[in-house]
């Protein structure tokens, strides 16, 4: 039983605030923000009490998403659970999440808010439903525009550039029952997948696991069933190897509630009739075993120069195929406690790096990085008192990267095709993205 939902921004503004049951008082959040701020590092409890009142919270698109309740025996699993389908929810319906999206569109989210939720108790969060009761149009928080291509790259494979959608095509509202003029029948898929490395200092892989996941945001309202087929050498586990290719294997594997599996077994592919906005199809997971090498590997030189200086001198290579590039490549290299300045010397101008005193660290900026390259950096180091005791502080070095067009477990839609298929102009686009969730070196 839920009695308050209110959204802070980061900096603690009153964004949205819903009460349900008035049990809880109005104070409850300035005591959340207060007890948030108070808390030291990144990460404060998902769950927090405060006298009788228990907050509940996830961190979505910068904002705090905030649920609290009375009863001591509500499942704080069922509310985190809530919450995130509240976010995915305003996602769908505001087509982005962020402060100005949700300023500007109060109405809409304090209407969905009525709809979703009785005294309380937790009617329905699925847009299908909601879109026969929803009146409140969503107001676009930014223009359209070609040139914004967001972080992560384009849309579709390596095709022509007319065949290319910006990523941004994604962040628009979902079309109501009403339609909506100017909207495009279209649908994306994204193939995303996290990668967590850890190298150790001679070289060797230690570990390497992926999460994936297959997700679709659909602006088809009259879409009855679509067919995603995968590679037919896709497996799940090391019994059986399939096809004639290369393997394309995964430790495990899920489905959401709607797909049919009827042929999966048999052809790899997965039916679902998907609902307008976004849903994950499909979750897998691979540990200890990349089908391919680690896509960078980093040889360092640490040293005491005669002056007294600490001398780092870094050589990333970036294993990926030469078609692929990594972009917003960032590499956090911790350095003993005290330092005070840094010079560097770095093998290309779009390079950055930066001493940043209150993490202890240097971090190294690279924009572009394409595979089968290899760029390098000098740093050279003030330290007070630099011992060799102090040279052990340096590293491990973690890296942060972005891989378009790239699955580090070679997984790929074959096709997507629509039943029945429609009768006006409809497009379809997929999207591969390779993140980095912790990919640690140890020096």
């Known amino acids: ?24 008082g109005s104070d409850a959040v300035a005591a959340f923000y207060e007890k948030v701020t108070a808390l030291t590092g990144d990460q404060p409890p998902v769950v927090m009490s405060h006298k009788d009142l228990h907050f509940v919270h996830v961190r979505q698109g910068g904002l705090y998403w905030v649920a609290t309740t009375t009863t001591a025996d509500s499942s704080p699993f069922t509310i985190i659970e809530f919450l995130n389908r509240l976010t995915a929810l305003i996602k769908d319906y505001c087509g982005s999440l962020s402060e100005k999206s949700v300023r500007m569109n109060f109405a809409l989210i304090y209407e969905l808010l009525d709809e979703i939720m009785d005294y309380g108790y937790i009617q329905t969060t699925s847009s299908d439903i909601l879109k026969n009761f929803i009146q409140t149009e969503a107001v676009s ?85 679509m067919r995603i087929g995968l590679n037919e050498e896709f497996s799940i586990g090391k019994s059986q190897l399939r096809g004639y290719g290369a393997a394309v294997r995964v430790d495990e594997c899920s489905f959401h509630q709607a797909v049919r599996l009827d042929e999966f077994d048999t052809h790899r592919i997965l039916r679902v009739c998907p609902s307008q906005g976004e849903q994950t199809v499909m979750q897998y997971q691979l540990s200890d075993d990349l089908p391919s090498a680690p896509p960078f590997r980093l040889f360092p030189t640490v040293e005491r120069d005669n002056g007294g200086r600490l001398l780092m001198y870094l050589k990333l290579r970036c294993d990926l195929p030469p078609k692929s590039t990594a972009v917003n490549v960032s590499a956090t290299v911790p350095v003993p406690k005290g330092s005070l300045s840094l010079s560097q010397e770095l093998s290309s101008p779009d390079q950055s790096a930066e001493l940043k005193p209150q993490s202890k660290a240097i971090v190294w900026q690279i924009p572009r990085f394409p595979g089968g390259t290899q760029l390098s950096a000098l740093f050279k180091l003030e330290v007070p008192g630099l011992s060799s005791a102090s040279m052990l502080e340096v590293g491990p070095v973690g890296l942060s990267f972005e891989l378009p067009k790239f699955t580090a477990t070679g997984l790929q839609i074959r096709f997507l095709r629509l039943t029945p298929v429609q009768p006006g102009p409809s497009q379809r686009w997929v999207r591969y993205v390779t993140h980095s969730d912790s990919y640690a070196i140890r020096i």
Do not use: W
Not at 4 to 21: C, M
Not at 146 to 173: C, H, I, M, W, Y
């Open 1 to 24: 039983m839920i009695s308050q939902v209110f959204i802070l921004s980061s900096q603690g503004d009153h964004l949205i605030y819903k009460d349900y049951r008035g049990d809880a």
């Open 141 to 225: 928080s930014r223009p359209f525009s070609l040139f914004d291509l967001s972080n992560v790259g384009l849309f579709g494979a390596e095709t022509q550039q007319s065949k290319v959608a910006p990523s941004s095509a994604a962040a628009r509202p979902i079309l109501s029952s009403r339609g909506e003029q100017g909207g495009k029948s279209e649908i994306f898929v994204d193939v995303i997948e996290r990668m967590s490395v850890v190298i150790g200092s001679n070289g060797v892989l230690m570990k390497a696991d992926i999460e994936g996941e297959i997700r679709v945001k659909c602006y088809m309202p009259s879409c009855s069933e």
